[in-house]
Every structure is written in structure tokens, then in C-alpha cells.
């Protein structure tokens, strides 16, 4: 599951910065994010899904502007997204996918920004 985070981590990031629709760096949150690197696998999948949280909600904010995405940029969003929300959760033990499914939709929540702008 390690290579596939990272995989999944070095996506999000591009998708945030060089390969931004928006001509610029979406969020400076999502580097921060991505840095965090716990032991936990858990925790280490809940940072990019707060991390993934943050690209949406500034992707959205972007489209609401008028600034659509490519194809490219659209495809790849969605599977990293498919990556990190159910993929990668499949390889975890049992409990550890129970403690993922209890804690992501909060992950997402807070990187969307409706709470707290810290990371977890």
C-alpha cells in the first residue's frame, strides 16, 4: 500500500501545482498535508484524503470562476480520487478499514474547509 499512497500523494500534489488548470498553485495545504507521513497506515491515508479534500474545494471554486479543467487534469482527479476513497482503503486489515470508513468523511470535510483549516 506504500507505493500506491506515495503514487497517490505525488498525483494530488501535481494536480495542485504543476499540473493546476488554474495557472497557479491551488492551495498551499495540500504540500503541507502531503509531508505528514505517519506510522499509522490509517492516519497516513486519512492526510491524503484531507489533502484530496483540499484540491476539490478549490477545483470547485475555480469552476464557479469560470476556469474549467481538462480532460487530463479531470481524469486524473477522479482517479486519484477512486484511489484513495476506495482502493487503497481495500487493503487495509479489517479494523483498520472500519477506523478509515468512521474517519474519512470528516478528512474530507476539513480539507474541504468546512472545518478546521489544520491538518488532522
Request: aromatic fraction near 10%.
Amino acid at each position: 500500500m506504500r507505493k500506491e499512497l506515495h503514487q497517490a500523494k505525488l498525483t494530488l500534489s501535481r494536480l495542485n501545482d504543476l499540473w493546476s488548470f488554474t495557472g497557479k498553485e491551488m492551495t498551499y495545504k495540500v504540500p503541507l498535508l502531503l509531508r505528514l507521513d505517519p506510522d499509522d497506515p490509517v492516519e497516513a491515508l486519512l492526510c491524503v484524503v484531507t489533502a484530496y479534500g483540499c484540491v476539490a474545494a478549490h477545483a470547485g471554486l475555480a469552476i464557479e470562476d469560470g476556469i474549467k479543467p481538462d480532460e487530463t487534469w479531470d481524469r486524473l482527479f477522479k482517479q486519484v480520487g477512486q484511489a484513495v476513497m476506495f482502493d487503497l482503503p481495500s487493503s487495509l486489515k479489517y479494523f483498520q478499514k472500519k477506523e478509515f470508513e468512521k474517519k474519512s468523511a470528516r478528512a474530507f470535510t476539513i480539507g474541504w474547509g468546512e472545518d478546521s483549516p489544520s491538518p488532522p
